[in-house]
């Protein structure tokens, strides 16, 4: 295997996943302990989980063993495209882009699809510096399209909003 | 005289129409993330109840070959897999998108689409007796070996790191876990909610992996807000002579083991695109260009899983076996219609059985036209700004979730993955793996832990079936070769 | 308005086949169809919108099919579309669960199989049959026990006496997964033939075909799914039917004897498919929904449909099928309990 050079921010990064890795395979063997045989049998449900843990601790281990026998990189080398992770203004544009998503899964029950999906779209269209106009344009437009399309079409189940005299 | 019959079922005006117009539904849905093949079959079925048998089982066949390749279409544009079995050539078929050769990879996916299932048409109608015996010896202990290639192949075919790979795979093997459909019945990571019983639906995580994530990518980085450049769709077809005959021992490689893996009920199209793949670099001439837009292995692995479509109704049409949904939607159609797949029917009524052969061959040759037209119409998908497309693909992959389980249950494993996916791929890992995982590994689990429990727990059980022993010596020496390659390596560079 | 489909279908039955490519381009092509928002008529007179059925098990699947025709037959009756939709995954628990817990306003039904008499000895959920209202049992298949056709035993009888004088673990069978139904129905049989339940191994499978074809390739001994699942393979000569666990043969198997005939055992177990509402539906429209389910499977298309497919048609008003998964929620238990698959 080749050993890459390594400047700072992949060298934490790279610990990172390795320590994520181990740390999956530990969850797995604590959460399959409660797990039995199947009856007469020496495996069961905790079988796969304790493999799965075993190859995640294993690579998890490698990929530490890697990071740190890899010399460090020459200065000047810049990383991967992390730059963003400094900037606070991204990780909030970030988080409005969930929140929007978590809005539409909690919400969408109560308001029906079309109000639901609208403001998924324009806000993500407002969000992503689309003028107010055209993002509720958009928003309207791909709501109704998409309900049509799936709940009309399609037949899927989607929420809808229980107004009286639309007959649903 | 029964092959002129046949045709005289086939060529009628109303079963063209019928195939035409189902292949376009088959299409609208295949290109919608979150909608799949099954989908589009469980609902023409009702329609078929009133239809003659030939036009009930073209419309269900067109419209699920065409659902399968129109997969490809959102992967090539807009790096989002329409299938598991378009994920192994999803990077490849973007990355040349985005390199102005939209029209190269979209018309090889199109036309190589095609010719692997007119190939594994052919194959089945030569051949289908004698495979689809060849497909019942295969017992757990095959398909285990089976799946353990298709694992191995996601590991070793992904660009960069075989060690992040390798978390990439423990990400989906671990969601894979989840749930109470396991071969012991027990729950699994539950946490006490009913939804959780059902495990994590792989589509809502794919979605999740690919879709959301590459819109959270867009919400963070405004330089990518550009126009995209435009994509050259003209000339779809003009480079695959080319590609044709630069390639023809992929084109035939891929279809013959598509169709062969295809014919296990217990393997399909995802398993054949990856080996598939993985066979295409390994045995390439120039295996670095593999991950960074080549064409070789969107070729193997493109006709592999239409090949493998094509397969599936081996041991559907010799023993009423299906090898996934939409073959047990048909079987259904099928003794509805009083074609009880079986042996007897090839004997019983040969012109039915020639008629639906036909029907395969035609309705991937319709492919071509209704394909083309779907890559004309997709390409003008690139020249919309990335900030008016991002917002609706959201609302899409939201709309397709739902419709996977039916509840919110399936937005909620979509945007978990997608915050999942988004991070991995911040830190170079792959996540076409984590998907392979994700789907291999409730397989991997229930041909393991039966084999063992057949086998008394003696390990040596899953080599004593030759087949069994083959495909293991097989799997191992996947995973042997380049330790030795590496091993020998560092030898001679500690000698020099 | 929903129901495109439904709409389409019955072009269909009305101008016959020279239609289909024109209705199904309509499908696809989101053509000159009313606007997602255009009302209904209102009308105060149940019902007066479309109507779900939730199926619990996949597309594809038997239990699939048989909400789908009915779902197709009790439109035509209602006047409103009947969507069918499919909430799958953890044995029945996820689609079950969700037909329980819908508003009891008769806007949503669902099929309720067997599997309700089995979830809740196995701790996995606390719903039991009596958070539903039986409409009407619609369909039941009695469950078998088949062999390869190059088995060394020939009939149920000398299979009996050949795992009684093998040590246990000698045979296995398959058929579903772990404490699935067909795994109850063999440990039952076991149970009445006096064996010891651990005598044969189970080898658990992703349903009945799969387990079928696994004994075909010789990796178990016997399946003991319902004939009709093996139909296929039965008539390709591949799988010999040795018996059938009912009272009497069945139509589509007539020279398949039942296991009393065969060996004397008081064993019989069916799997059944019932048409269910939430409790607490108003009166009227639970009557107005259960002469549409009798309706609908006395109707042609209904009874077609479920011969042409090989499945068993049995029907069971409300009172009669309640009394008889009552019944088997309590023979179930009893097996599950002596087999120490209940919690």
Known sequence: MSQPHLNRPRRARDIGLGAVSILIGAALLLGSRGFGAIPGQNYGADTLPRLIALLAIGTGIAMLIQVLRAPAAPPGDSGPSTGWIHEPRAWGRLGIGLALVLGYALFSETTGFVIAGFGVVAGLALLMGVRVLPAIALGIVSAIALRYAFADILLVPLPRLSLPGTGG | ?496 | MTGKITRIARGIIDRRAALTGIALAAIAGLGALPGPFAAGPASAEYPERPIEMIVPWGAGGGTDAVGRIFAQILQENLGQPVNVVNRTGGSGVVGHTAIARAKADGYTMGVMTIEIDMMHWQGLTALTHQDFDILGMVNADPGGLMVSEDSEWKDAASLRDAIKAAAPGTFNASGTGQGGIWHLNLLGWLMSEGIPVEAVTWVPSEGSVAGLTDMVAGGVNMVTSSLAEGRALIEAGKVLPLASMSADRQAMFPDVPTIKDATGSDWSLSVWRTIVVPKGLPADVRTRLADAVKAAYDSPTYQDFMKERGFGLRWMGPDEATAQVAADDASLGAVMKAAGLAK
Request: hydrophobic share 55%; proline share 6%.
């Open chain 2, 1 to 496: 005289m029964v092959l002129t019959q046949a045709l005289g079922l086939v060529l009628t005006p109303q079963v063209i129409l019928t195939m035409i117009a189902s292949g376009a539904f088959g299409l609208f849905l295949g290109a919608m993330p979150g909608l799949t093949a099954t989908m589009a079959t469980a609902l023409l079925v009702p329609i078929t109840f009133f239809m003659e048998p030939v036009p009930a089982i073209a419309a269900i066949v067109t419209a699920a070959a065409m659902a399968i390749f129109a997969g490809d279409l959102p992967a090539a544009l807009l790096r989002i897999p329409g299938t598991p079995a378009s994920a192994a050539y999803t990077e490849d078929a973007w990355r040349m998108t985005r390199s102005g050769r939209a029209a190269d990879a979209l018309g090889a996916l199109l036309v190589f689409s095609a010719i692997g299932g007119i190939l594994g048409t052919l194959v089945l109608i030569l051949a289908s007796p004698a495979l689809a015996e060849v497909a019942l010896k295969f017992s757990s202990f095959e398909y285990f070996w089976l799946v353990v290639m298709g694992l191995s192949c996601a590991i070793f075919v992904s660009p960069g790191s075989a060690l992040k790979s390798m978390l990439s795979l423990v990400v989906g093997l671990t969601a894979a876990t989840v749930g109470f459909d396991n071969p012991a019945g027990q729950p699994r990571f539950t946490f006490g909610n009913v939804d959780m019983m059902a495990g994590i639906p792989f589509i809502c995580a794919m979605i999740g992996l690919f879709a959301n994530a590459e819109v959270f990518r867009a919400i963070i980085h405004p330089t990518r807000l550009t126009r995209a450049e435009r994509a050259d769709t003209s000339r779809i077809f003009a480079r695959q002579w080319h590609n044709i005959r630069c390639y023809p021992r992929q084109m035939l490689r891929g279809s013959a083991l598509g169709t062969v893996i295809g014919a296990l009920p217990g393997a399909g199209a995802d398993i054949a695109a990856w080996i598939s793949y993985a066979i295409s670099k390994r045995f390439s001439r120039t295996p670095g260009k593999f991950g960074t837009g080549h064409v070789e292995g969107l070729i193997e692995a493109g006709s592999s899983n239409n090949a493998a479509v094509s397969g599936a109704w081996i041991p559907a049409l010799v023993f009423g076996i299906p090898g996934d949904s939409i073959t047990a939607i048909v079987i259904g159609v099928l003794y509805i219609k009083g074609m009880n797949p079986g042996p007897t029917v090839f004997l019983m009524q040969p012109q039915l059985i020639y008629a639906l052969f036909f029907v395969f061959l035609l309705a991937n040759l319709i492919m071509l036209p209704l394909g083309w037209a779907a890559i004309k119409l997709g390409g003008r998908l690139l020249s919309v700004p990335q900030n008016y497309l991002m917002p609706v693909i959201m609302l899409s992959c939201i709309v397709g979730s739902f419709a996977i389980t039916n509840s919110l249950f399936g937005v909620w494993v979509m945007l978990a993955f997608g915050v999942i996916g988004f991070a991995m791929e911040e830190c170079d890992v792959p996540i076409a793996p984590a998907i392979l995982g994700l789907v291999l590994g409730p397989m991997l689990e229930k041909n393991f832990i039966t084999s063992m429990i057949k086998a008394d727990g003696n390990l040596l059980a899953f080599f004593e079936r030759p087949i069994a022993a083959a495909l293991g010596v097989m799997a191992i020496a996947f995973w042997l070769l380049p330790l030795i390659r590496a091993i020998l390596n560092r030898r001679k560079a500690g000698a020099t």
